[in-house]
């Protein structure tokens, strides 16, 4: 399975732009990255996810390198909702279903 | 469209009794997925199914079991509940399909004293 690394923790002030960096050297040619957040203790919530291009959705970028060892979850204009702990996902394929392997995330906290 | 729906939102249950954790969907989903999540940790997978009738084991089944009859309901059942299966417990359903995302409940929180 490849894994992922990241921060344990992550501030950012309101309104501004929040980055939130994940490691995955050793992900495989076919594998997805998918980012999920978990706000207080709710279940997780689908963001968005890419294989090699950047991609962009109502609520994030992400932005993928180009020799697909990490990548950058953005938030354009964060909010204190958004408040949360992120998830940084390569996804393992076991007979066609999606197997979500979560780390222990970023915990990322907006500050008024 | 209430998506994903566990009940209960929380149980407290004796060493050794048993019960079942119940989920629905409503967005026809082929797949559903139970996952655990303990304090301060990540989620990991039970078990999971990609259809009606067909399951299968993920990272952590032992004490657990699971049947799919119907599309929208997936139970987990604690035959012998033991301290260590203390968790919260998520629910969740996709599409068929590589890269559909899953959809999450919100949750049952069980502790076993």
């Known amino acids: 399975d490849a894994k992922t690394t990241q921060p344990p923790s992550m501030d950012c002030a309101e309104g501004r732009a929040a980055n939130l960096p994940c490691n995955h050297s050793?992900?495989?040619?076919?594998?997805?990255v998918y980012w999920y957040r978990q706000i207080h203790s709710q279940g997780p919530q689908y963001i968005i996810h890419?294989?090699?291009n950047n991609e962009t959705n109502e609520m994030a970028s992400l932005i993928i390198t180009e020799d697909r060892k990490s990548s950058t979850l953005i938030l354009p204009h964060a909010t204190l909702r958004d408040t949360a702990v992120y998830y940084c996902?390569?996804?393992?394929?076991?007979?066609?279903?999606?197997?979500?392997?979560f780390g222990q995330g970023t915990r990322l906290t907006i500050n008024p | 469209n209430a998506g994903v729906t566990q009940t209960p939102k929380f149980r407290i249950l004796k060493i050794g009794q048993s019960m079942t954790l119940q989920c629905t969907q409503d967005m026809n989903h082929n797949y559903m997925y139970w996952y655990r999540q303990d304090p301060g940790m990540g989620l990991k997978l039970i078990y999971y199914s990609v259809g009606a009738g067909i399951t299968d084991k993920g990272e952590v089944p032992n004490g657990y079991n699971v049947s799919r009859s119907t599309t929208e309901d997936f139970p987990l059942r604690l035959e012998l509940a033991a301290p260590s299966q203390t968790s919260v417990y998520f629910c969740?359903?996709?599409?068929?399909?590589?890269?559909?995302?899953?959809?999450f409940g919100d949750g049952t929180r069980l502790s076993i004293l």
């Open positions: 996902i390569v996804r393992d394929l076991i007979q066609g279903a999606q197997k979500l392997v």
């Open positions: 969740a359903s996709s599409y068929f399909g590589r890269n559909q995302p899953q959809h």
């Open positions: 890419g294989l090699k």
């Open positions: 050793t992900i495989s040619g076919n594998e997805y």
